[in-house]
């Protein structure tokens, strides 16, 4: 029984990459922080086809930085303060706008932050939502203040429509396969204070190098 318990998708373990991201120095590991997304995907995969055009777009990024990690500079992707400090010394970076390195590390990652930001705030909202919450509800208004700002409107439209075609969230947290809901609950509880640390570790980064809008 445990054994087949293991093979089963369990978003305990996705949550927990995200716990391993950062090191001693709180530098953000990328190989870690790659693998989250990828746990997340698969997840998100298992809720159906209509949330193909996100995970697309999420696969096409986490390949980036695979790629950056198994290239000729990779150790300089080790962590995200490595690797902004290797882009911007070595010119890799579009700041204003789109041009010779659309597939820099830096606007790349800078996408999965954002959406970090809207998975720290839906989780939140799952974490305190009462038996008869609409996932739906709590992932659009998750959504609508996070990385909403920065799509455009046909985005913003399919993925609302999307958002619709959730379980209702006894089905969403047996998907999550963690056990009761209580259980869930305190998992949420556990995991959230640590994906929100790498999220504002990038954040200040971000910031102090003035790269939280580049193209
Ligand atoms: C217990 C909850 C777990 C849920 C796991 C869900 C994982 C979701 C992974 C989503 C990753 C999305 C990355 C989006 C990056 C992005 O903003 N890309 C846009 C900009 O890129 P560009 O290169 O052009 O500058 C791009 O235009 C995006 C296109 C696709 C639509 C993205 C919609 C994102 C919605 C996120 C919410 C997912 C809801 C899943 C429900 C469980």
């Avoid at 949420?188 to 790498?198: F, K, N």
Wanted: proline residues 3%; aromatic residues 10%.
């Amino acid at each position: 029984a445990v054994m087949a318990e293991d093979q089963k998708f369990c978003l305990r373990e996705v949550l927990d990459t995200f716990k391993s991201c950062l090191s001693e120095d709180k530098e953000v590991l990328i190989d870690q922080y790659v693998a989250g997304w990828r746990g997340l995907v698969r997840f998100m995969n298992s809720l159906g086809t209509i949330f193909s055009f996100i995970s697309k777009d999420a696969v096409s990024k986490i390949q980036i930085m695979v790629n950056h990690r198994n290239g000729e500079n990779g150790v300089q992707y080790i962590t995200v303060q490595s690797m902004v400090k290797y882009e911007l010394d070595n010119g890799l970076v579009d700041i204003t706008k789109r041009g010779s390195y659309p597939e820099s590390g830096c606007r790349t990652l800078l996408r999965l932050h954002r959406a970090l930001r809207w998975l720290e705030l839906f989780l939140e909202r799952l974490r305190t939502s009462a038996e008869d919450s609409k996932t739906s509800v709590m992932c659009s208004e998750a959504y609508n203040e996070s990385l909403a700002k920065y799509h455009p409107w046909l985005i913003r439209k399919a993925s609302n429509m999307a958002f619709c075609a959730l379980p209702g969230r006894p089905t969403f947290f047996e998907v999550m396969n963690v056990g009761t809901p209580e259980q869930v609950v305190a998992m949420l509880g556990d995991a959230l204070p640590l994906i929100s640390e790498v999220y504002q570790v990038t954040e200040e980064l971000y910031s102090k190098h003035d790269l939280l809008d580049l193209p």
